[in-house]
């Protein structure tokens, strides 16, 4: 079956770690996001890629990293330099870059926390 | 800056009714608009897609309408199950700034009773 795929689902990081948030899709897509999610707001775009070996800064990207050397995946770094990282992250992908809603697929999100 | 408003943020209904929920733009030139569904704890189903040369979408018993003029947005949900209980997004992808961005509202939390 098709989809996309984060892990893990549950994520705790400690104090000045960096942590790693997988996100992988076998769709096919040329166009993959990564989405914060806090309570009582929206989902705020961190980065976003729209073909391989390139990637873009959305609204949120300080504290954090990404990389695409392969299609299918698009991993998330939080930095120790994000100070407030605890929250809901989504992953996203779509099949055609530049039209982010068209077609977009989401995972299931990894809920990281600070301990 | 674009800013998108769910109302209301909250909603509790009982199985059977009828309900509308709603979504509005402070800019108005949107020319794609979808509604999401999520679970608790989960990712985003996309329900309903609204594209630019498009005013209205129907899936079985969801209704989605989208007026340009106002940059208001509705959702109408008919004949309430307690299975619709989730939270209901809408995102509009619009020009800013001379770039496509989208931009997702707050939600609206549903909870239909048996």
């Known amino acids: 079956d098709g989809g996309i795929t984060q892990s893990p689902k549950y994520l705790f990081r400690k104090e000045g770690q960096n942590v790693t948030l997988s996100c992988e899709q076998n769709?096919?897509?040329?166009?993959m996001y990564w989405y914060r999610q806090d309570p009582g707001q929206g989902l705020r775009l961190i980065y976003y890629?729209?073909?391989?070996?390139?990637?873009q800064k959305g609204d949120i990207a300080e504290g954090y990293s990404v990389s695409r050397e392969k299609k299918e995946s698009f991993p998330l770094t939080v930095t120790s330099a994000q100070k407030n990282p605890t929250a809901f992250y989504l992953c996203?992908?779509?099949?055609?870059?530049?039209?982010?809603?068209?077609?977009?697929?989401f995972g299931q999100g990894t809920r990281l926390t600070v301990v | 800056k674009q800013e998108v408003t769910q109302i209301p943020a909250a909603l509790s209904v009982p199985e059977g009714e009828n309900l509308v929920l709603n979504c509005s733009f402070t800019?108005?030139?949107?020319?794609?608009l979808q509604w999401f569904r999520q679970d608790p704890g989960k990712g985003l189903t996309s329900l309903l897609l609204?594209?630019?040369?498009?005013r209205e979408q129907t899936s079985g018993r969801l209704n989605a309408s989208l007026d340009k003029s106002s940059g208001r947005s509705t959702l109408y949900i008919a004949a309430s199950q307690p299975g619709d209980s989730a939270t209901y997004l809408c995102?509009?992808?619009?020009?800013?700034?001379?770039?496509?961005?989208?931009?997702f509202g707050t939600g609206t939390k549903l909870q239909v009773i048996p």
């Open positions: 996203a992908s779509s099949i055609t870059p530049g039209t982010q809603l068209t077609e977009a697929f």
């Open positions: 769709l096919n897509h040329d166009a």
């Open positions: 890629s729209q073909i391989v070996n390139d990637f």
């Open positions: 800019d108005s030139a949107i020319y794609n």
């Open positions: 609204i594209q630019s040369s498009q």
């Open positions: 995102a509009g992808e619009g020009n800013s700034g001379g770039y496509q961005k989208v931009t």
